[in-house]
């Protein structure tokens, strides 16, 4: 059986595209059943309609309170029959709120190797730092920022002359192929969570 995804972006949508292309070539065996966006303008939006995705806008502004737009959220994703919520640049916290009402597990991939540097800027706050690698990060969302039990993590050099531009270039390229593994993974049933431990067999 095909995994169904859900796939939250807010801007350009290229760790959306890699799983895209991912599942339309069967590398996993997956399908994207629904790409939904706070952002109007969402490049993300764009490649789903244009792959016959369903794009769907959520305006926060027409919601009160975040449980509210969350709980829009939610029926959106349950709506689609998802299996699976994939975070793919989505500039939202989720609150506790949403986590214990998602029937689906929840998970993210970030620009730095966890628990280095979470949260906004990784990269640039690895290269500040003066770290000699950094990577990315997929990881199961909990209530922490960036903070849930790690799944995968692919490694980069820095180089002395990197620029935020160059370094987040060279992690971008092993998001696109670090994301759609772990989603195949997951849809194989080969990865198991204990506390802070996921064992993949
Ligand atoms: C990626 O760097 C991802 O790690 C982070 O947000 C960025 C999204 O990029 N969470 P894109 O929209 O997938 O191109």
Redesign the pocket.
């Known amino acids: 059986m095909r995994l169904r995804l859900a796939v939250l972006?807010s801007?350009?949508?290229?760790?959306?595209q890699a799983l895209i292309d991912a599942s339309k070539t069967g590398e996993i065996p997956a399908e994207i059943a629904v790409v939904i966006s706070d952002k109007k303008e969402a490049i993300?939006l764009k490649r789903a309609k244009d792959n016959g995705i369903p794009a769907v806008y959520i305006d926060r502004n027409n919601f009160g309170c975040k449980e509210l737009f969350e709980s829009t959220l939610l029926d959106e994703i349950n709506k689609y029959d998802c299996d699976l919520v994939c975070l793919?640049?989505f500039m939202r916290i989720l609150s506790p709120y949403f986590l214990a009402n998602s029937e689906q597990k929840i998970i993210?991939?970030?620009?730095s190797l966890l628990p280095a540097f979470p949260g906004l800027h990784a990269q640039k706050q690895a290269l500040e730092y003066g770290v000699k690698f950094s990577g990315?990060t997929v990881h199961f969302v909990d209530k922490g920022v960036d903070s849930g039990p790690i799944i995968l993590q692919a490694v980069v050099p820095v180089y002395e002359n990197d620029t935020e531009e160059s370094l987040s270039e060279r992690i971008?390229r092993e998001?696109h192929r670090l994301y759609p593994l772990a989603v195949s993974l997951i849809a194989q049933g080969r990865v198991k969570v204990e506390g802070r431990k996921v064992w993949i067999s």
């Not at 993210?108 to 620009?111: E, G, Q, R, T």
Request: charged share 10%; net charge neutral; with cysteine.
């Open positions: 972006a801007g350009r949508g290229t760790n959306l993300a793919a640049g993210n991939i970030h620009p990315c971008l998001e």
